[in-house]
């Protein structure tokens, strides 16, 4: 009896270990950031050299931090998605323009509509490292009290907005500042 | 070509492409010191985009901002501890090619080494239930009969 059981026990285990392996995302590194202080910053706005924009002046809201570039390619999956976030739930995205060229951005955002209530332009790269970036588009969710409540890489799918971000976004409204 | 010069073959094409180094900027260092400290980081810190190489081999664009990154780190004189705090604390112990003993790497630290000790029970198991087989008693029929056997046998070989 076990002569036949143990091949056929130890294939079942080896499934589910492989099965759970198949459907992990290798991309999807958990972020060191989540309940932590987001990352300030000061950077010029995309549109108007002379603005500065840092988080601190989204204190006491629910606020997303969208990176993108126009150089990235899913980040044009992703757009159609933001510009439904921000039409339908009036949510405050902001933008963060990651190592890419001023015009470009804003080009692009002409063409594609502009989902952000304002874009923070990370010429460099340098903030990018301070929150962890490694794979343009990636969406934070920062709570009122500035905390970093979520973090997701890749592009957001409308899927992923009515599963766990609007729902988070909808508990995290209900906190006190 | 045998077998086993294949299979050193192999070994050695993984030797090989394991040395591979993509840094190539022409980093300036005030001494000896600050080089080694530099290579040493930048061998220890995985690049995060082409998650199976580390920044001196990468050539991403993360990998070669994070190269600069260490360099400048460097310059200002902070040690190996504070430039891995720095990394860990963006982008989570996934950064280190060494990752520290924690609950959640427990698994990833012990595993191997659990998996070995199963394998080895196994076989001494394995080699124990052979040994019973080959130590079977025979009644005095049976040996005869072996007996019988075996001379006939014998006396075949003679010719």
Redesign the interface.
Known sequence: MWRYLAPLGLFVVLVVFLSIGLNLDPREVPSPLIGKTAPAFSLPDLHNKDRQISPAQFDGEVWLLNVWASWCVSCRAEHPVLNQLSQEYKLNIIGLNYKDKRADGIDWLRQRGNPYASNAFDKDGRVGIDWGVYGVPETFVIDKNGIVRHKHTGPVSWKDVEEKIMPLVRSLMKEAA | MKPYTFLLFVVFSFIQSSAVIADIEANEFASAEQEQQYNKLVNELRC??C?NQNLSGSNS??AQ??RK?VYSMIQTGDTDAEIIEFM?????D?VLYNPPFKAITFLLWVGPFAVLILAVLLIVIFIRKNNNISSIELDSSEADKVADLLSRDSSKGNH
């Open positions: 995060l985009v998650q664009e993360l901002d994070l990154e860990v604390a963006r982008y989570g996934f």
